[in-house]
């Protein structure tokens, strides 16, 4: 079965720093790989998604995730943080039928 | 983009009641729908598939008989959670895929707070 592992559940960077939020998968087949936002008490936002076409994927909000199959990880990245960064991300492996199976979560926090 | 609407955002109940959530795909069909749930400061778990016109697929470990699903259309799904309990609060998000999305990219509704009592 297909996995997700986000390493950190909260991750605490100042505004202007660089976002670095860690995702590695386990897949048998060639995965497609996913990151969302989350807002509280809202439902999930698509940042960006790798469909086996360029490996480095650029999203919505300056955010960029780059598929290593080597390393089997697909970490997201943003050089410079905002505080309306500050959120809820989850990184999410299709599982085939339109099946998503999702990470435990990684919480920015964006201190001024 | 697509669009999914979910009402009500937020319901409270007592226990021992049931309560009903829908999940609309307001510009797009979707033979398709997921529901999700959500502890608190917790991932978003799988509970079942809802198929149009057919049977849901429950994952396992989801009992059918409390989590009754209804895809009655192609824009309309709903979860009844019946009898709740205070351990079914949660706050449960639909998605849909849109049809012929190669990248299975699904939209995913705002989500409902269930509190019971």
């Known amino acids: 079965a297909q996995s997700v592992t986000q390493l950190g559940s909260h991750v605490s960077v100042s505004e202007g720093a660089l976002v670095l939020l860690r995702c590695n998968y386990s897949?048998?087949?060639?995965?497609?790989l996913f990151w969302y936002v989350q807002y509280p008490n809202q439902g999930l936002q698509l940042l960006l998604k790798?469909?086996?076409?360029?490996?480095l994927v650029k999203g919505i909000n300056g955010f960029e995730a780059e598929f290593k199959k080597s390393e089997t990880s697909f970490h997201l990245t943003k050089p410079s943080a905002h505080m309306s960064d500050a959120a809820e991300y989850f990184c999410?492996?299709?599982?085939?039928?339109?099946?998503?199976?999702f990470g435990t979560g990684t919480r920015l926090l964006v201190s001024p | 983009g697509a669009v999914v609407s979910q009402h009500p955002s937020r319901v409270i109940c007592k226990s021992g009641t049931s309560v009903k959530i829908e999940c609309r795909s307001l510009?797009?069909?979707?033979?398709?729908m997921f529901w999700y749930r959500q502890f608190p400061k917790q991932s978003l778990m799988l509970m079942a598939t809802?198929?149009?016109?057919?049977?849901?697929?429950?994952e396992q470990g989801v009992e059918k008989d409390k989590f009754l699903i209804n895809h009655a259309s192609l824009t309309l799904s709903t979860l009844t959670v019946t009898s709740a309990h205070p351990e079914d609060s949660s706050f449960y998000i639909c998605?849909?895929?849109?049809?012929?999305?190669?990248?299975?990219?699904?939209?995913f509704g705002p989500g409902t707070r269930l509190t019971v009592l």
């Open positions: 897949s048998s087949v060639p995965p497609y």
């Open positions: 998605s849909a895929p849109l049809a012929g999305a190669r990248w299975n990219e699904q939209f």
């Open positions: 510009d797009f069909q979707a033979t398709t």
């Open positions: 790798y469909t086996s076409a360029a490996t």
């Open positions: 999410a492996v299709s599982e085939g039928f339109q099946k998503l199976v």
């Open positions: 809802s198929n149009e016109g057919s049977k849901a697929t429950y």
